[in-house]
């Protein structure tokens, strides 16, 4: 048998233990998958005393994660404490330097410095290897580095955060206001310390940036992805969607374009019948599209501590039997700085607004929208019990910058009441 790999564990969550447990109950299973076996050496977390549920006393501790990544008996530093900088970065950047391979699930980290780290990484003949990062236990980065090694990709798509789609399956299926289903949430543990990470889109771009430095070879630019959260969904809008045979989802879309790269997460409208539109609860989905391979659906638990620990021990894996590869698929200093897209790809989108109950005031809105150069597909004027009525309208497609130059000149009209609300639709 070839020497143990020897791994350090930094951070000791949810997912540090589920990899900790791995180990000790696969012992045999991972040392005849690997050629070798796979142990671990030291471990380090905020606080030595936590009950965990995982016998923690085999291993040394370590109190400073940059220790722990220096140590001799240390071959791959296991990075799983979260956060783009402090001791996350300053660990792993130890650990590079100390000639050890890493094994990350911290998407914030890479989307803010994964190019440099990758450079560095790259230069001293080390890898970076994050599985875990992006949408749990799938294996969407095996997939595309590996699977579709041979496609030119043209579209990357996807759920890719479970609470998200929780929120707003749950308001479809309950019938229930945003607030109600986020509070829900919140009690039920899924949200961030931070809500806005998964509710305002962040954590979710973090990983369509990387899915998108991948696909389409060039530097990861996470401050150019287009973000918009969910927090303005409202039930109605849920219902509207459901009369016209859609459903929202927080969908990320990352595609390279004559006008350049084209990145963001915001909330559309999807056919209720397509693979998207039928995912519910906490689960990812992410479709990757390739001049030869047509369209795949990658679809599985998207968070969690079985999850999340497996596509970990996936990456520890490759390392233990010798496989490397560029941190993102290719060498890093071949990764071209992408041109941000100025402006999406044109599409449908679906309005909805109140109005003064009068006569006239649905024609001013339908001026102003054609004023822009937007087309109606469809309108629709609601029942109502006071001054206002609301009203939803569907428009051909449109550039997203003629539709914000019609809604600037909404207020001007005097006949809408209230900020409306624009969601892309996605039919494809």
Same mark, same amino acid.
């Given at each position: 048998?070839?020497? *143990?790999?020897?791994?350090?564990? =930094?951070?000791?969550?949810?997912?540090?233990?589920?990899?900790?447990?791995?180990?000790?109950?696969?012992?045999?299973?991972?040392?005849?998958?690997?050629?070798?076996?796979?142990? #671990? +050496?030291?471990? +380090?977390?905020?606080?030595?005393?936590?009950?965990?549920?995982?016998?923690?006393?085999d291993?040394?501790?370590?109190?400073?994660?940059? @220790?722990?990544?220096?140590?001799?008996?240390?071959?791959?530093?296991?990075?799983?404490?979260?956060?783009?900088?402090?001791?996350?970065?300053?660990?792993?950047?130890?650990? #590079? =330097?100390?000639?050890?391979?890493?094994?990350?699930?911290?998407?914030?980290?890479?989307?803010?410095?994964?190019?440099?780290?990758?450079?560095?990484?790259?230069?001293?003949?080390?890898?970076?290897?994050?599985?875990?990062?992006?949408a749990?236990?799938?294996?969407?980065?095996?997939?595309?580095?590996?699977?579709? =090694?041979?496609?030119?990709?043209?579209?990357?798509?996807?759920?890719?955060?479970?609470?998200?789609?929780?929120?707003?399956?749950?308001?479809?299926?309950?019938?229930?206001?945003?607030?109600?289903?986020?509070?829900?949430?919140?009690?039920? &543990?899924?949200?961030e310390?931070?809500?806005?990470?998964?509710?305002?889109?962040?954590?979710?771009?973090?990983?369509?940036?990387?899915? @998108?430095? #991948?696909?389409?070879?060039?530097?990861?630019?996470?401050?150019?992805?287009?973000?918009?959260?969910?927090?303005?969904?409202?039930?109605?809008?849920?219902?509207?969607?459901?009369?016209?045979?859609?459903?929202?989802?927080?969908? &990320?879309?990352?595609?390279?374009?004559?006008?350049?790269?084209?990145?963001?997460?915001?909330?559309?409208?999807?056919?209720a019948? +397509?693979?998207?539109?039928?995912?519910?609860?906490?689960?990812?989905?992410?479709?990757?599209?390739?001049?030869?391979?047509?369209?795949?659906?990658?679809?599985?638990?998207?968070?969690?501590?079985?999850?999340?620990a497996?596509?970990?021990?996936?990456?520890?894996?490759?390392?233990?039997?010798?496989?490397?590869?560029?941190?993102?698929?290719? *060498?890093?200093?071949?990764?071209?700085?992408?041109?941000?897209?100025?402006?999406? /790809?044109?599409? *449908?989108?679906?309005?909805r607004?109140?109005?003064?109950?009068?006569?006239?005031?649905?024609?001013?809105? @339908?001026?102003?929208?054609?004023?822009?150069?937007?087309?109606?597909?469809?309108?629709?004027?609601?029942?109502?019990?006071?001054?206002?009525?609301?009203?939803?309208?569907?428009?051909?497609?449109? +550039?997203?910058?003629?539709?914000?130059? =019609?809604?600037?000149?909404? *207020?001007?009209?005097?006949?809408?009441?209230?900020?409306?609300?624009?969601l892309r639709?996605? /039919?494809?």
């Amino acid at each position: 048998m070839n020497d *143990p790999l020897r791994l350090g564990i =930094a951070g000791l969550g949810t997912v540090g233990t589920g990899v900790v447990r791995i180990i000790r109950q696969k012992a045999s299973l991972l040392a005849e998958r690997a050629g070798r076996p796979v142990t #671990i +050496s030291a471990v +380090s977390a905020r606080s030595r005393g936590k009950k965990r549920g995982v016998p923690l006393e085999d291993y040394a501790w370590e109190d400073d994660p940059v @220790a722990l990544a220096q140590r001799d008996d240390v071959d791959v530093f296991v990075e799983l404490m979260g956060g783009h900088n402090g001791p996350a970065k300053a660990a792993t950047e130890a650990a #590079i =330097a100390a000639g050890k391979d890493v094994v990350t699930a911290n998407k914030a980290l890479l989307a803010h410095h994964g190019h440099a780290l990758a450079l560095t990484a790259e230069a001293a003949g080390r890898v970076i290897r994050f599985e875990a990062a992006v949408a749990g236990g799938i294996p969407v980065i095996k997939a595309l580095t590996e699977g579709l =090694a041979g496609n030119d990709m043209t579209r990357v798509m996807g759920v890719m955060n479970g609470t998200c789609n929780y929120i707003l399956t749950r308001m479809q299926s309950a019938g229930l206001p945003y607030a109600d289903v986020f509070q829900e949430a919140s009690d039920l &543990g899924y949200l961030e310390a931070d809500p806005q990470l998964d509710v305002g889109g962040i954590d979710a771009a973090h990983k369509l940036s990387l899915l @998108a430095a #991948i696909a389409f070879g060039t530097q990861v630019d996470f401050g150019s992805v287009q973000m918009e959260g969910i927090g303005a969904i409202a039930i109605e809008d849920i219902n509207h969607a459901a009369d016209m045979g859609y459903r929202i989802k927080l969908l &990320g879309v990352a595609q390279m374009t004559g006008r350049g790269l084209e990145q963001r997460m915001t909330p559309c409208l999807v056919p209720a019948t +397509s693979p998207l539109g039928q995912l519910d609860g906490g689960t990812n989905m992410v479709v990757l599209e390739g001049d030869n391979v047509e369209q795949i659906v990658l679809r599985g638990p998207g968070a969690g501590m079985g999850p999340t620990a497996s596509a970990v021990m996936g990456d520890v894996m490759d390392i233990a039997r010798g496989f490397r590869l560029p941190v993102f698929g290719r *060498p890093a200093t071949g990764l071209k700085q992408a041109q941000p897209a100025q402006g999406g /790809t044109p599409a *449908p989108y679906y309005l909805r607004m109140s109005l003064t109950d009068k006569p006239g005031a649905l024609a001013k809105v @339908a001026t102003a929208l054609g004023d822009a150069g937007i087309s109606i597909d469809r309108m629709r004027q609601y029942d109502h019990d006071g001054p206002d009525a609301p009203v939803l309208i569907v428009t051909h497609k449109a +550039s997203r910058a003629d539709l914000d130059r =019609a809604l600037a000149a909404m *207020p001007a009209l005097g006949v809408v009441t209230d900020t409306p609300i624009a969601l892309r639709i996605e /039919t494809a």
